[in-house]
Nanobody, 121 residues
């Protein structure tokens, strides 16, 4: 099993930055891929970015490429999402997730509680 605890959401003006954190624990946590999803009001859940278990390979959605950066601290078993140049359309609840295949958005099967990110215009 994998348990995920997220933090770092908040309110920021357009063009600003936020850094989200997700601490993972459990017997298989260190061998799982990690990723971030988001869901805006009235919209479906959207894949943002994934990272493989070693932290050496990443896969970004086109909407955030060049603005968001995922990283993983294996010693702390924590994944981060650095969000720069934020836009109002980035407003959503952001969820940390874990699964066996980081490029397959349908394969993530463990989820954090979500953290709200609000970007004002």
């Amino acid at each position: 099993q994998v348990q995920l605890v997220e933090s770092g959401g908040g309110l920021v003006q357009a063009g600003g930055s936020l850094r989200l954190s997700c601490a993972a624990s459990g017997r298989t946590a260190r061998t799982y891929a990690m990723g971030w999803f988001r869901q805006a009001p009235g919209k479906e859940r959207e894949f943002v970015v994934g990272i493989n278990w070693s932290g050496g390979t990443t896969y970004y959605a086109d909407s955030v490429k060049g603005r968001f950066t995922i990283s993983k601290d294996n010693a702390k078993n924590t994944v981060y999402l650095q969000m720069n140049s934020l836009k109002p359309e980035d407003t959503a609840v952001y969820y940390c997730a874990a699964g066996p295949r980081f490029r397959d958005s349908t394969a993530y099967n463990y989820w954090g509680q979500g953290t709200q990110v609000t970007v004002s215009s």
